[in-house]
Structures are given as structure tokens and as C-alpha cells.
């Protein structure tokens, strides 16, 4: 093993004690400071880039060809820990051309901002992948009331995601072809 | 009356009114401010008699100085207004002050012309450069108190600055030795 | 009794008096928002940049670069200040509470009347220098008056009757009177060397000390010792960092004015930045020549207003640039510790000072030996 030499540290020079020589040092470090590039970000102008896994405010989303995708089948509020979530289920009317082979939908959908937590686990439990945390970070209201998200508005935030399962028109397809699941 | 006269009325007023409050102020803290208020006035007659380097020298080293101390003092004992053993230092104030308003009546009295030396008896000054005789040049300038300090008056400014090395040396010498005794 | 002649002059001096304190209080103003821009600046960000007026903001590039420095903050943070709520916590002493902020501030304004700012030349070619009033004793003066100034962060302190403030006025004591000792000593060997017999200046005028530097090299070139010790108390009597033991917001929350708010605090942070500015330009008379243009040349303006007019601009050139010294200074170095500071007052500084004195004393006395 290697044997430890215990390093004397040499006694500072007369230039040393009185400081000045490291005084100015900084001084010079905090000057070049002055022109280099700022790193504030002029907030409400310019926004942070969100990252793609961002968990921000739940919303709901509608599939490529403009459709409901949740079927109010409960499961995101029965998981969500702080019960944010409450659903009102409803039936999709019989003679809707569009999603004829889908018999639920919410008839309404509220997801309190003010108890949600941005776990994600609906997000996680939804079988549709009809409710999506995105980039929206920034919520504000002036009461409880408003702070409370319907479905209309969190169809506003959600809009469209480009997803490619057309699920319904699988579905559609099979059972055309006489192939129901 | 010009305005001169308004002032010199007007600081009078204060040095004097200071001082007789901060006599009677009950609060240490309240009597060291009007104490200030009394150097400062005084400080300013030196000014209204065109003595300007005095005047600064009262502000500087009473005003700036000694009673910061004072200050200090007061504030790190935390004297109460009902600090100390009232009833023999009331005495004794009583007595100082007796003593030196007696003193004053007497002055007073001699030079309002009771006494040997009348007003009339006395001269205004001149200020001037010129040297008469042994005597010092008289004036407020900067120069001639430098010049009268370490010519004629050598041996008082030796003697004063003597007394004060001795008393700091004494000081000096007290404070390590309550030191030295509170660590063995 | 009073005849116009006389109240005229008086009503002249009371205006030229008004404008000065304008003057002051701006350039102090300014120092606080020039604080946040160069601090913002050294660490990486942009400072305010935000506050604008309805008008003025709205010229096409003139409005967006003033609102880019900032230069309206001064104006919101003011009417913030005038408009907050006046708190009076109840355990304080009622009278010197609301005392200290004006003890603070007077001394910080009255110090203001001997400095000398420029010159102005009459049709005879003679000059005048620009001041409120032309004192013998002028250093003198400063030094005296700006002593005072400690009473306002020991009253503050005391009056507030609780611990924080209470340490604060405590060391703001101490320490003002531990570095006024070697102030004084470090102008000594200054006005030792200016008035050198023959010559014409005399005493302890600011005049003479800036005259004698035209033409000739800056005192700063010629006593650097006395400038560095002089400059050191200088940070110390303005309570600047590194020496800010009255305030030190890490130890003591915010040290003498820890109870105080609104107005009052106002008061307190503007007399801070009017005894920098004051400093500054006292620093720039004694080592760094006054209105004089550079070291070892004549001032290339011409002896005239233009000149004087230049003249001045160039005074306060060399004080702005101290006022940033000021601030480079503390966003550069940590605080030192209250007994590193004592120890560096009592025991570097002072002897330091007495020697660069007995230095001095000999060096002129040798020099001003009559030829044998």
C-alpha cells in the first residue's frame, strides 16, 4: 500500500495576505460576467420548451377523424388518487352515422384542477387513450368554480392527437366483415 | 436684528435648552440626544463667529465621537429611566449644578459691569495676520492654530498628549488583566 | 431689516441648495436602479425591464431602450414606497423610531455643501468653483458631518427594542468609529503633500486639493497607499459590502432597518445610496483630480462655459464611475465576518495608516529642505 504524504500547504506570499491580488481576480470574473448571454427567459413573451413527456393538465382528446374517444367507462376516475375526476356516463344516440359501433360516451366530464395532483394515472388506465396529460402547465381562475374543467373545455385543451389506431374504424371494419373482435 | 442675530438667538436657545432638558430628562438615551442637540448648537455659534475649524472639531469629536460612545454605552448596559442609585447621584447633581449655576451668576455679574471688569473695559478683537510684539497672530484661519499649537503652546499639547497616552496605557492594562482573571 | 439685495441672495442659495439636493437624490435613486442592473448583469440576467410611462414609452426606439434599462424603476419603486401602508410595530419607542430615518438622512444631504463640482470662468479668465459653500476646512467638514450619521442607524437600532436591529446599531457603531480613525489618517499625508509652502494652496480646502492635481499626476499616482486606505474605510463608513455589518441580511434579516417599512425604509435605503454618491465624489476630488481632465495634461476644453459645462460632465463621469466601482465591488466579494472586520480596522488598517503617515512626514520634510 501505498504510503500517504500529508502535503504542507506553503505560506501564502506577502502579495497573498493582503487579498488584493484575489480582489481583483474577481473583480475581473464579475466583469466578463457582465457581457456574456443572459440566461433569463422573458417569461410571459417567451415560453420554456416543454419536454414530449411533460405531465401537464389532463385533458381529453378526439381521434384523427374528429371523434369522442372516451366511453365513460370510469376506470381514470375510479384510479385517480385525490378523486378529481367525477364522470356523468351517457349513451351515444342510436342514429349517430359516425360511431355507430360505440354505445357510450361521458355525458359529462369534470376534472377538478384544484385536486388534481399530474400523477397520471388516467392517462396510464385509460383503455381508449382518450385522456392525455400535456404540455398545458400554466391554469389560473379567479374562483373554485372556474378552476373546475368540463368536458367542452377539456376538449379545447386536448384537441386532436395524430394517433394512428383508427380504433373505431377497425372495429367498424371487423364487424362489417362479420368479425367482431 | 439681522439674520446673524435671529441664529444666534435660535442656537443659543437650543444649546442651552439642551442642555437644561438633558439634566432633566428622565431616560438616558433621551438625555444623550439633547446633550447632541447642546454640542451641535454650541458647534454652531463657533459658526456664526466664523471660527469654522472649531465648530467642526466640536462636531467631530464630541458630536461624532464621544457621545456615539456614550450612545453605545447606554444601549449595550440597557440603563432603565430608573438606573442607578437614584438618590445619592440626585445629590450630587443637585450640588454640580448649584455649583456651576452659582459660578455663572457670579461671571455674570462681573461682566455686566457689578465687577472690576466692565464691558467697557472690553475690546473686540481684530482679526488680523500681522504679529504684535510677542503675541500670536490672531485669527480663525486653519494656519494659526497649527502655527500657536506648536510654537507657544508646545509644551501643553506634550503635557495633554502625555496624560491621554498614560490613561490608554492604563486602560489597556485593566481590561487584560479582568481577562487574564476570567479564564483561570 | 432685510433689505432685497439680501433676500434675493438668500432665495438664490436656497434654490441652488434645492437643485444640489435634487441632483443628490436622483444620482441616489439611480444608484439603487444601476444596483439591480449590474448585479443583474453579473450574475447572468437582465435586471428591470419592465416599468414604463404612458408617453414616453411609446417613442419608436428611444421608448423601448429606456424601458429596456430600466429607467423608469426609480420612479415606481419611489411611489411604491410613498404608497405603502405606514407600519408602526407597537414595541417600538415611538419617537426615535420615526426619528432615526431623518437622523439618517441629514447628514448624508448636508455633507453635499462643500463639494466642489466644477469651475466657472469669468470674462477675466479667473475661476470660480462651483460649490454651495467654500470652506476652509471642507475634508474637515465631510468627515465631521458624515460622523453624525451613525446616530440614525443607532437610534434606529435602539428604538426598534428588538435583537436583530438592536446588534445592528451595535456594530454600525463600532465599526464607524474603528475606520473614521484611519480616514482621517489616510487624508493626512494628502493634504501633507498638496500644500507645500509656496505654492497656494492652503489648509484642508477641496479646491486647492483639486487644483493642485492639474496638470500634474493624480494623487491617486502619487499616494496609491493612502487612495487604497482611504477607499477601504470609505466601503466601510458607507456601510457597503464586504463591510455591511449593520444590515447583513444572512445574520441579522436586515440588521438597523429590520422594522422598518413603507416610507421610512425608503428613507433609510436612500441615505444609503446619497453617502455612496457623496463618497464617490469625494474620492474622485481627492485621488482622482476633480474636473481636471486626464493625469500629467491640461484640460483640453476651452476656459470658458462650454469648458465649465465639460468640466462638470467629466466630475461626474469619474464619480458614476466610482458609484459602479461601489456596486462591481459588492456583487464581487462575500461579507466578512464582524470580528475580521474589527480586526482589520484596529489592527491592519490604523497602523497601516500611521506609518503610510510617519512616510510621509519625512518624505516631505526632505523634500522641502531649503537647498543648502
Redesign the interface.
Known amino acids: 500500500m501505498a504510503k500517504t504524504v500529508v502535503l504542507q500547504r506553503k505560506p501564502l506570499s506577502l502579495s497573498e495576505r493582503t487579498y488584493l491580488p484575489q480582489?481583483v481576480t474577481?473583480?475581473k470574473?464579475?466583469?466578463s460576467?457582465?457581457f456574456?448571454?443572459?440566461?433569463?427567459l422573458?417569461y410571459p413573451e417567451e415560453k420554456p420548451s416543454i419536454p414530449k413527456n411533460f405531465r401537464g393538465v389532463p385533458t381529453l382528446v378526439k381521434d384523427p377523424n374528429g371523434r369522442e374517444k372516451c366511453v365513460s367507462c370510469q376506470l381514470c376516475e375510479f384510479v385517480c388518487p385525490p378523486k378529481a375526476i367525477r364522470i356523468t356516463p351517457g349513451s351515444v344516440p342510436e342514429d349517430e352515422e359516425d360511431r355507430e359501433h360505440v354505445e357510450k360516451a361521458p355525458q359529462e366530464f369534470e376534472i377538478n384542477m384544484l385536486r388534481c395532483i399530474y400523477c397520471g394515472y388516467c392517462q396510464e388506465v385509460c383503455p381508449e387513450e382518450a385522456i392525455f396529460l400535456q404540455d398545458e402547465y400554466s391554469t389560473s381562475g379567479y374562483s373554485r368554480e372556474e378552476m373546475i374543467n368540463n368536458k367542452a373545455k377539456l376538449y379545447e385543451l386536448g384537441g386532436t392527437l395524430p394517433d394512428q389506431h383508427y380504433k373505431w374504424d377497425k372495429k367498424k371494419i371487423a364487424e362489417e366483415e362479420g368479425n367482431a373482435h | 436684528m439681522n439674520i446673524v442675530d435671529l441664529l444666534f438667538y435660535f442656537f443659543a436657545t437650543l444649546s442651552v435648552g439642551g442642555g437644561v432638558l438633558m439634566v432633566a430628562s428622565r431616560h438616558p438615551v433621551s438625555a444623550a440626544m439633547f446633550m447632541i442637540i447642546s454640542l451641535v448648537s454650541v458647534a454652531a455659534l463657533f459658526v456664526l463667529l466664523e471660527a469654522f475649524f472649531l465648530a467642526i472639531l466640536q462636531v467631530l469629536v464630541y458630536g461624532g465621537a464621544v457621545m456615539v460612545l456614550f450612545l453605545f454605552i447606554i444601549m449595550l448596559l440597557d440603563v432603565g429611566p430608573e438606573g442607578g442609585k437614584v438618590s445619592r447621584i440626585k445629590m450630587l447633581s443637585g450640588l454640580a449644578g448649584c455649583l456651576s449655576v452659582g459660578i455663572l451668576i457670579i461671571l455674570l455679574l462681573q461682566f455686566s459691569g457689578i465687577g472690576e471688569a466692565s464691558l467697557e473695559n472690553w475690546q473686540p478683537i481684530q482679526d488680523s495676520e500681522e504679529v504684535v510684539g510677542d503675541s500670536l497672530i490672531f485669527s480663525t484661519s486653519l494656519k494659526n492654530f497649527g502655527y500657536g499649537l506648536f510654537t507657544k503652546y508646545m509644551l501643553p499639547i506634550q503635557v495633554a498628549g502625555f496624560l491621554l497616552l498614560a490613561a490608554m496605557v492604563g486602560v489597556i492594562v485593566l481590561s487584560k488583566n479582568a481577562n487574564m482573571e476570567k479564564e483561570n | 431689516m432685510f433689505d432685497l439685495e439680501m433676500l434675493l441672495m438668500l432665495g438664490l442659495k436656497v434654490l441652488f441648495a434645492l437643485l444640489m439636493i435634487g441632483a443628490v437624490m436622483t444620482m441616489a435613486g439611480y444608484s439603487v436602479l444601476a444596483e439591480r442592473k449590474v448585479s443583474a448583469w453579473m450574475q447572468g440576467r437582465v435586471g428591470p425591464n419592465r416599468t414604463v410611462l404612458p408617453l414616453v414609452g411609446s417613442i419608436p426606439i428611444v421608448g423601448k431602450f429606456m424601458k429596456g434599462l430600466g429607467i423608469f424603476q426609480p420612479l415606481a419603486d419611489g411611489l411604491k414606497f410613498l404608497f405603502k401602508e405606514e407600519m408602526i410595530p407597537g414595541h417600538v419607542n415611538k419617537f426615535y423610531y420615526n426619528l432615526a430615518p431623518i437622523v439618517a438622512l441629514v447628514p448624508a444631504l448636508t455633507t453635499m455643501t462643500v463639494l466642489p463640482f466644477g469651475e466657472f470662468f469669468t470674462e477675466n479668465g479667473e475661476s470660480i468653483p462651483l460649490m454651495l459653500a467654500n470652506l476652509e476646512v471642507g475634508i474637515l467638514f465631510v468627515l465631521a458631518v458624515s460622523s453624525l450619521g451613525v446616530y440614525g442607524i443607532v437610534l434606529a437600532g435602539w428604538s426598534s427594542n428588538s435583537k436583530y436591529p438592536f446588534l445592528g446599531g451595535i456594530r454600525s457603531s463600532a465599526q464607524m468609529i474603528s475606520y473614521e480613525l484611519a480616514m482621517g489618517l489616510s487624508l493626512l499625508p494628502v493634504f501633507l503633500w498638496v500644500s507645500v509652502p509656496g505654492t497656494g494652496a492652503m489648509g484642508l480646502s477641496l479646491v486647492d486639493i483639486v487644483n493642485s492635481q492639474s496638470q500634474s499626476p493624480w494623487l491617486l499616482f502619487v499616494q496609491p497607499l493612502s487612495a487604497l486606505i482611504f477607499l477601504i474605510a470609505l466601503f466601510a463608513e458607507t456601510n457597503r459590502l464586504p463591510f455591511d455589518m449593520p444590515e447583513s441580511e444572512t445574520d441579522l434579516v436586515g440588521g438597523f432597518h429590520t422594522e422598518y417599512g413603507g416610507f421610512k425604509f425608503g428613507i433609510f435605503f436612500v441615505a444609503e445610496y446619497a453617502h455612496i454618491v457623496v463618497g464617490s465624489a469625494i474620492f474622485t476630488i481627492v485621488f482622482l483630480g476633480g474636473w481636471h481632465f486626464l493625469p500629467w495634461m491640461s484640460d483640453p476644453w476651452p476656459a470658458t462655459w462650454i469648458g465649465s459645462l465639460i468640466g462638470v460632465g467629466w466630475f461626474l463621469a469619474k464619480t458614476i464611475f466610482l458609484i459602479f466601482f461601489f456596486i462591481w465591488i459588492r456583487w464581487t466579494l462575500p461579507r466578512f465576518r464582524y470580528d475580521q472586520v474589527m480586526n482589520l480596522g484596529w489592527t491592519k488598517l490604523l497602523p497601516l495608516a500611521l506609518l503610510n503617515l510617519i512616510f510621509y512626514v519625512l518624505l516631505v520634510t526632505w523634500l522641502d529642505q531649503p537647498p543648502a
Do not use: A, P, R
Not at chain 1, 456574456?36 to 433569463?40: L, Q
Open positions: 480582489i474577481g473583480l470574473t464579475t466583469f460576467n457582465m456574456k448571454e443572459k440566461v433569463t422573458q
